[in-house]
């Protein structure tokens, strides 16, 4: 199918395209990737006045460190992201939940910004976002503000961004000693999106579990942080016994889709499971 017609623009910095989109009005898109968005135009899903295009923009794809965090650039691309030496030593969720984004051909033209300000819940990076406490930078003709991941994921494709609001980049904390993490993911293909996922962070202290993080995909209309989990395995040992019994109040809170995939039964019943696998593996690791 062919999209609709729409203005087109390419800036070539920041500023330029933060101003060209609030020139645009508010039936304006931004392409990043495209990996998602192209397919709703085809689709005449999406139906903007005009489309933004930032690939020119090198400043969004630089990712640095900024003491006891990240910053990635919105426009870094997940192979990009999976790669880079600062996201793997001090970010190894981030890294381990990119690299089961979609396939090699996605990964390599998909962004990082793109996935979290496309806000879709059965992505995998929103959760991740939302367990590690991270931070959206966005840029606006009224200057810069930062969104919490927990403010920023509203509803299903949804966000707390302003129409005329442009996600320049993600600050994510740092993990320090004795973090372990794992992001655990059940879907039907290798390139499907994920039925249900879990990102999870154990800190661990001796014998015993003195910290978790733990965030829900696919289990809701926006990524769910598990705060019964965290709260839950939270001073127990390290065990199946407690991950089990923790991993049982996973879905508590939640508001899990029915589709084609699987009923919010089903949803909910993976989810104990999956949650319960991603925390030993997480204090394993």
């Known amino acids: ?52 295009d930032l690939g020119r923009i090198a400043a969004l794809r630089e990712i640095r460190d900024d003491g006891d965090a990240v910053v990635i650039g919105a426009m870094a691309t997940h192979h990009q992201v999976i790669r ?3 996201v793997r030593a ?19 033209r998909g962004t990082f910004g793109g996935s979290l300000a496309h806000a ?4 995998d990076l929103p959760a991740v976002a939302l367990a590690l406490d991270a931070v959206l930078l ?47 993911k059940f879907h039907r293909t290798a390139q499907a999106w994920a ?6 962070a154990v800190r661990r202290e001796g014998d015993a579990v003195a910290e978790a993080r733990v965030a ?9 942080r598990a705060g019964a989990v965290e709260e839950a395995v939270r001073g127990r040992p390290i065990s199946d016994d407690s991950f089990r019994s923790a991993g049982g109040r996973a879905a508590e809170g939640t508001e899990p889709p029915s589709d084609l995939h699987g009923s919010s039964e089903y949803r909910s ?11 030993a593996a997480a204090a394993a690791a």
């Not at 931004?30 to 005449?44: C, N, T």
């Not at 879709?120 to 992505?123: R, S, V």
């Open 269 to 279: 019943h993976l989810a104990t499971v999956l949650t319960a696998r991603a925390l």
């Open 1 to 52: 199918m062919i999209p609709a017609a729409f203005d087109y623009a390419r800036p070539r910095s920041v500023d330029e395209a933060v101003r060209a989109l609030a020139d645009a009005g508010e039936d304006a898109k931004v392409l990043a990737g495209g990996q998602s968005l192209m397919p709703l135009l085809r689709l005449r899903l999406a139906i903007p006045d005009a489309l933004i």
């Open 84 to 86: 880079d030496p600062l």
């Open 195 to 200: 039925i249900v996922g879990v990102a999870c």
């Open 138 to 184: 966005v840029r606006s003709p009224r200057g810069e503000r930062e969104i919490p991941a927990a403010e920023f994921f509203v509803d299903w494709m949804t966000s707390a961004m302003e129409p005329d609001e442009l996600l320049v980049g993600v600050r994510v904390p740092k993990l320090g000693p004795g973090w372990g993490v794992h992001y655990e």
């Open 90 to 108: 001090h970010l190894p969720l981030v890294a381990r939940a990119t690299e089961t984004v979609a396939d090699p051909a996605v990964r390599h």
């Open 120 to 123: 879709d819940p059965a992505g």
């Open 216 to 224: 829900l995909t696919n289990m809701g209309p926006a990524p769910v």
